[in-house]
C-alpha cells in the first residue's frame, strides 16, 4: 500500500523558516518523480516544486524560487521542502504527491498546514 505522510507544517512568522518532511512507503521511492503541491483557503491547488529521481533537475514555481528547496534522501525515502524568507501568502495546505507533474500523480498525502502569520 502506498502511504506518503507529510509532517513539519506550523506557524510562522513572516521571513521565518519552515522544513516540511514526506514519509514514502509502499513503491520503490527512487524510481519515481515527487512533487510539493499547495492549497491556500479558498484557492486551487498549486504546484509548487517537483524533484527527479535523482534530483539533478529540481523545479519550482516562480511563486517560490529562490527561497524553497525541494531535496530528497532516496536511502530513507523521504522528500523534503525547505522554505525560507515565508510570506503570508505561503499560507497553505501543503501536500507531496508522487509523480513529477499533475498529469503523473496518483498518490498524495494527508497534507501538512503552514501557516506564515504574526
Known amino acids: 500500500e502506498v502511504q506518503l505522510v507529510e509532517s513539519g507544517g506550523g506557524l510562522v512568522q513572516p521571513g521565518g523558516s519552515l522544513r516540511l518532511s514526506c514519509a514514502a512507503s509502499?513503491?520503490?521511492?527512487?524510481?519515481?518523480?515527487m512533487s510539493w503541491v499547495r492549497q491556500a483557503p479558498g484557492k486551487g491547488l498549486e504546484w509548487v516544486s517537483a524533484?527527479?529521481?535523482?534530483?539533478?533537475?529540481?523545479t519550482y514555481a516562480d511563486s517560490v524560487k529562490g527561497r524553497f528547496t525541494i531535496s530528497r534522501d532516496n536511502a530513507k525515502n523521504t522528500l523534503n521542502l525547505q522554505m525560507n524568507s515565508l510570506k503570508p501568502e505561503d499560507t497553505a495546505v501543503y501536500y507531496c504527491?508522487?509523480?513529477?507533474?499533475?498529469?503523473?500523480?496518483?498518490?498524495w498525502g494527508q497534507g501538512t498546514q503552514v501557516t506564515v502569520s504574526s
Open positions: 504527491a508522487k509523480g513529477g507533474i499533475p498529469d503523473e500523480y496518483d498518490y
Open positions: 509502499g513503491f520503490t521511492f527512487s524510481s519515481y518523480a
Open positions: 524533484a527527479n529521481s535523482d534530483i539533478n533537475k529540481p
